[in-house]
Nanobody
Framework: VQLQASGGGLVQAGGSLRLSCAAS????????KAWFRQAPGKEREFVAA????????YYGASVKGRFTISRDNAWNTMYLQMNGLEPEDTAVYYC?????????????????????WGQGTLVTVSS
């Protein structure tokens, strides 16, 4: 599986960005796809996910209500619409695909459930 994230950049606080993640090699809709982020000196943090088997969406507490995850019908591309950006959102954003088809809700925010990772795209939010 190859994942290519794009769309990062520099934006002022309050602004918006849309990240994209193009997948090749594995586009089976039963897999879950997610976004994580990692800020300098911090651990990787769950941002959002779409569970493949039921299309349910999950969000991290710090982004809920501001970010929206979506995908195209072919499950080839995933998006992260980020509105109301804050300096605390500054990080490298990674897209990822799950190891297995079925991830229970309590595990969907665990990075160990994901096997394939893109190279990341940098988002910088200035104050």
């Amino acid at each position: 599986v190859q994942l290519q994230a794009s769309g990062g950049g520099l934006v002022q606080a309050g602004g918006s960005l849309r990240l994209s993640c193009a997948a090749s090699g594995q586009t089976d809709s039963r897999y879950t796809k997610a976004w994580f982020r990692q800020a300098p000196g911090k651990e990787r943090e769950f941002v959002a996910a779409i569970r493949g088997r039921d299309n349910n969406r999950y969000y991290g507490a710090s982004v809920k209500g501001r970010f929206t995850i979506s995908r195209d019908n072919a499950w080839n591309t995933m998006y992260l619409q980020m509105n109301g950006l804050e300096p605390e959102d500054t990080a490298v954003y990674y897209c990822t695909v799950s190891r297995n088809y079925g991830i229970i809700s309590s595990r969907i925010r665990d990075s160990n459930e994901y096997a394939y990772w893109g190279q990341g795209t940098l988002v910088t939010v200035s104050s």
